[in-house]
């Protein structure tokens, strides 16, 4: 497995820092989601395996991005809290799982997000 990350890192990292500098807040889900589409077409592996090698992936590219201290454990939290989340929902959706209409209803309904505010009442 470790030569499938060492091998998406480097097509990842030539890829991507051709277009950007460096990760950041602003690109992080596009990286995800380029490394989730590279790894998508590994026939051998499981979904639970596919998610680990993105996300850490993206974990050797916020490593190796010359970012300040600060600024690497924004990416880190980012890459740890929300990328596992992100995944998943676009994995979902791809499949039909969610149905997008209905969530924004229950946004607007609530006037907060299900994923930040969950115990939320109905306004």
């Known amino acids: ?18 277009k950007y500098r460096s990760i950041d807040a602003n690109n992080i889900i596009l990286t995800t989601v380029h490394v989730m589409l590279a790894v998508e077409i590994i026939p051998h592996l499981k979904g639970p395996e596919k ?3 993105v996300l850490r992936v993206v974990e050797k590219i916020i490593a190796d991005s010359p970012l300040d201290e600060q600024s690497k ?24 799982g969610i149905k997008l209409n209905t ?10 997000s299900p994923c930040t505010r969950p115990t939320c009442v109905k306004k």
């Open 1 to 18: 497995m470790d030569t499938i990350i060492n091998d998406l890192y480097v097509e990842t990292k030539k890829v991507f820092f051709t």
């Open 51 to 53: 998610k680990n090698i």
């Open 73 to 96: 454990k924004v990416m880190d939290v980012m890459q740890t809290v929300t990328m596992p989340v992100l995944i998943d929902v676009l994995v979902d959706s791809t499949r039909g």
């Open 103 to 112: 969530l924004s209803t229950w946004i607007k309904r609530h006037k907060c």
